[in-house]
């Protein structure tokens, strides 16, 4: 088993910055990829960003190029996320997974440990 444990995030201006991490326990040999995922309320669980554990390249959904960095520091296995230029439609629900990712990363379907959730709001 594998607990994600979530910090961060909270209530920003537009074009503002913040940062999520999420920190890995258990079985942390058990997944190879891990990624941040939002849900807004009305809408479906959407892929933002994933990294593979081995280092091998970041992979962006649109609403985060060019804004949001993914990032994971495998000796403390901790993933995060920094957000910067935050837009109102930025606000949602975001979650940290882990998973084995034998397909598409950005996919919600490829995860199978996820962390609690904690909300970021985007509004002046």
């Known amino acids: 088993q594998v607990q994600l444990m979530q910090s961060g995030g909270g209530s920003v201006q537009p074009g503002g910055s913040l940062s999520l991490s999420c920190a890995a326990s258990?079985?942390?040999?058990?997944?190879?990829?891990m990624a941040w995922f939002r849900q807004a309320p009305g809408k479906e669980r959407e892929g933002i960003a994933a990294?593979?554990?081995?280092?091998?390249?970041?992979w962006y959904g649109d609403p985060a190029k060019g804004r949001f960095t993914i990032a994971l520091d495998s000796a403390k296995n901790t993933l995060y996320l920094q957000m910067n230029r935050l837009k109102p439609d930025d606000t949602a629900k975001y979650y940290c997974?882990?998973?084995?990712?034998?397909?598409?990363?950005?996919?919600?379907?490829?995860?199978?440990?996820w962390g609690q959730g904690t909300q970021v709001t985007v509004s002046s």
């Open positions: 997974a882990a998973g084995q990712c034998a397909g598409s990363l950005l996919d919600v379907n490829e995860y199978n440990y």
């Open positions: 990294i593979r554990t081995g280092g091998r390249g970041e």
């Open positions: 258990g079985s942390t040999f058990s997944y190879y990829c």
